[in-house]
């Protein structure tokens, strides 16, 4: 993907455009004979960039218009993803749609850079964000004229190595789910205590979340009867239990309630209702764990294939006379 330019076009405070800064190479330490390092350095001397303290980090605002003609390439990291194309044109429909209703892209976040400082190519590795580049590019192809502006952060490294390094240390950490979204905090505040008191109640019900390089895949899912958080996330969500999480009628302790029930009611439920290929053995892990809820599975059991059990449950409960008996407390 083409990027920078030869105009040291900065626009004060709004949109960096790094530039093919006229720096003498003396300005660099012996080993980095980076031009891209001239460029940011030249950015950070006019106030458009900004610098960490040790000298690594550089991060600012770019203009992809102004990035189109120049020698210097956005390359995707070889140990990272490939480059989904259907992605791609999906982005940028959505883009062109955003810019004739709103008359602008929609926000395309921050591209992670790493430069190695001793390589003299102009190549920027693309640590995060190469599909976003790959969209940015086909845009700017499409329509030249438009504004088309993004942020970056570029760290130097010293070798090929470290900037291998350097992707393996960014794709290890907690692994990004959607189901892991809520709609509101309420919502949010709500789950996180339900996974919280669950942990508590049922600690042998539960798989430590995958912490792998996930190169774009999903996070995997333990196998049944076992949960990890964003399972349970996405329960709550199917389930419609979070829904009145901005008032006063939903709780946690009311979810759990409901949570409860529907646990005790699987646990008495034929091996045929858990879901397609659950095992005997499934439910003796179940029972031993004292937890059923890891049964329900996207594209499996689902929360509606056991309402009406639930349903019903509450219609006897009803019609019992009065003996202060409560269905939903009664354990299994």
């Not at 019609?319 to 407390?329: E, K």
């Amino acid at each position: 993907v083409p990027s920078v330019t030869r105009s040291n076009n900065f626009s004060n405070g709004e949109v960096a455009a790094v530039g093919a800064a006229v720096i003498s190479p003396a300005a660099l330490p012996a080993n980095e004979v980076s031009p891209l390092l001239l460029l940011l350095q030249h950015a950070v001397a006019g106030g458009n960039v900004v610098r960490d303290s040790r000298g690594q980090v550089y991060t600012g605002f770019a203009s992809y218009s102004d990035l189109a003609n120049s020698q210097c390439k956005f390359v995707p990291m070889n140990s990272n993803r490939a480059i989904n194309r259907e992605v791609v044109l999906q982005r940028v429909k959505e883009n062109v749609e955003a810019f004739e209703r709103d008359g602008k892209y929609l926000e395309f976040g921050q591209i992670n850079l790493l430069i190695v400082s001793h390589d003299p190519s102009h190549d920027f590795l693309v640590m995060d964000g190469q599909h976003r580049c790959q969209v940015m590019y086909e845009l700017h192809r499409r329509y030249p004229d438009r504004q088309l502006a993004f942020q970056f952060r570029a760290k130097a490294v010293p070798s090929e190595q470290a900037a291998f390094d350097e992707l393996k240390h960014f794709q290890r950490s907690y692994p990004t789910d959607s189901r892991s979204f809520f709609r509101t905090r309420a919502e949010e505040r709500i789950a996180t205590a339900v996974l919280t008191q669950l942990k508590v109640s049922h600690p042998g019900a539960f798989k430590n979340m995958v912490l792998a390089d996930n190169h774009g895949r999903g996070t995997a899912d333990p196998v049944r009867p076992f949960l990890n958080d964003n399972l349970l996330y996405w329960l709550l969500q199917d389930s419609g239990l979070l829904i009145g999480a901005n008032g006063s009628m939903t709780t946690d302790l009311t979810v759990l309630a409901q949570l409860r029930h529907a646990n005790n009611k699987l646990a008495s439920l034929p091996l045929e209702v858990l879901g397609k290929g659950a095992t005997e053995r499934m439910r003796q892990t179940a029972t031993r764990v004292d937890c059923w809820l890891g049964f329900f599975r996207d594209g499996g059991l689902q929360w509606q294939h056991v309402e009406e059990h639930l349903r019903a449950d509450l219609a006897r409960q009803t019609a019992l006379p009065a003996q202060g008996l409560c269905l939903l407390c009664i354990d299994a």
